[in-house]
């Protein structure tokens, strides 16, 4: 389809969208090429797990393959599956490993799982036993997160394991627990962990930083980077300044402004009462959206022709109400777009209001927006 047609299209869905999320594919692959540039001559892959921290897996993972990105981090093997269909020849890894008899999943779409259990090394060497060409595989070893893969003692089992020396490992991977904190001594104790882990295991390449752990300094680079939050313009740090560009815009229409007098109180529990005569705006975003309850009662904020507005009572499933007595009227209209992330507000800034992190945020933005790629992705 024509550009331009697509855009008309775009621009029509957003009229009738409950809020519109606008995705800067032109950020999204800068903030790629801007850590591959680091880490080279190291590999920088990229996790799109969750529909790509949910903006959209299509359109992202196409961007970033034009970017020049070649590896794919997802966590399920039904993502892998959409995936493979849309980039036939990317390198794809299956971050939650081996989901039990789903081998022939994998085969057929050529996904690689993270194994991370002597079970699904066991699994993985007897699926692929029957197939030539000696399928690969990753290897995840556990350095302190205890989430997911081997530890100590079983890697020390594994070196007489017959199932390990049949299948074909191409990347040995740990992952930070702590790599947001750049102070935290768990950092290079995880580090020291894996690199004594690797020296027991297959000669293969090696990943240990996720987009954090790429900040923390070379020796965390290995051979193959695998950053998530930081492509889509999250703050990859606790604290401290956020080295990547924004992504993300929402925006959602004001439905109605209504006038209260003094002492009125606005929405569920009368948890806000106005200490002056308000106008109140009544805005198309709710919790269903993303727009979490605990951003009420607190600094919250949007913004309207480009003035804030903070946001008061509490948060509905469809809708949120904004304090815009100090807004000139001819600036907030029934109709007009009200900015709940973008120029003025970052998804950081979302996050910290929420009690939350930026990961949340984005992954939970909800499926009722019109999601808006600029530019417009006319491939499809
Ligand atoms: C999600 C994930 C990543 C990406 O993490 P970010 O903090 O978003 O960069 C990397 N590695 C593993 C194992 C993951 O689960």
């Excluded at 080279?40 to 996790?47: D, L």
């Excluded at 998530?228 to 815009?249: D, H, K, T």
């Excluded at 933005?365 to 019109?370: T, V």
């Amino acid at each position: 389809m024509q550009a331009r047609e697509r855009s008309t299209e775009q621009a029509g869905l957003a009229a009738h969208a409950h809020g519109v999320l606008r995705i800067d594919l032109q950020s999204l692959k800068e903030n790629w090429r801007r850590l591959a540039k680091r880490v080279a001559p190291a590999e920088c892959g990229a996790a799109v797990k969750a529909n790509a921290y949910g903006l959209g897996i299509e359109p992202c993972a196409r961007a970033l393959w034009e970017a020049g990105c070649k590896t794919f981090f997802v966590a399920l093997p039904q993502e892998g599956g959409d995936l493979r269909t849309l980039l036939p020849e990317a390198t794809i890894y299956v971050l939650s490993g081996l989901l039990p008899g789903s081998a022939p999943l994998y085969l057929a779409s050529r996904l690689i799982p993270s194994l991370s259990s002597p079970e699904e090394i066991e699994e993985w060497a007897v699926a692929t036993r029957a197939r030539g060409g000696r399928p690969g595989a990753a290897l995840h070893v556990d350095t302190g997160m205890n989430r997911l893969g081997l530890s100590r003692e079983q890697v020390q089992a594994l070196q007489s394991s017959p199932a390990l020396k049949s299948i074909e490992v191409g990347l040995v991977m740990t992952h930070l627990a702590c790599a947001d904190d750049p102070s935290s001594p768990m950092n290079t104790r995880q580090l020291g962990a894996f690199m004594a882990l690797r020296a027991r295991l297959p000669n293969a390449a090696a990943s240990i930083a996720n987009s954090a752990g790429i900040f923390l300094g070379r020796e965390f680079h290995c051979d193959l980077v695998r950053p998530g939050i930081a492509l889509y313009g999250g703050n990859p740090f606790l604290e401290g300044e956020n080295p990547m560009s924004p992504v993300v815009e929402l925006t959602a229409t004001l439905l109605q402004v209504r006038h209260i007098a003094e002492g009125e109180t606005v929405g569920y529990g009368a948890t806000w009462r106005a200490e002056r005569p308000s106008r109140i705006g009544v805005v198309s975003s709710g919790y269903h959206d993303g727009l979490r309850r605990s951003l009420a009662g607190g600094p919250a904020l949007a913004y309207i022709g480009g003035l804030k507005a903070p946001i008061v009572g509490r948060i509905s499933m469809d809708l949120l109400t904004i304090d815009l007595t100090d807004v000139p009227p001819e600036l907030a209209r029934r109709g007009t777009a009200v900015e709940l992330m973008g120029a003025h507000i970052t998804v950081d800034d979302v996050a910290r209001w929420a009690g939350t992190i930026p990961y949340e945020i984005l992954t939970g933005l909800g499926s009722r927006h019109a999601r808006l790629y600029s530019p417009a992705d006319s491939s499809r």
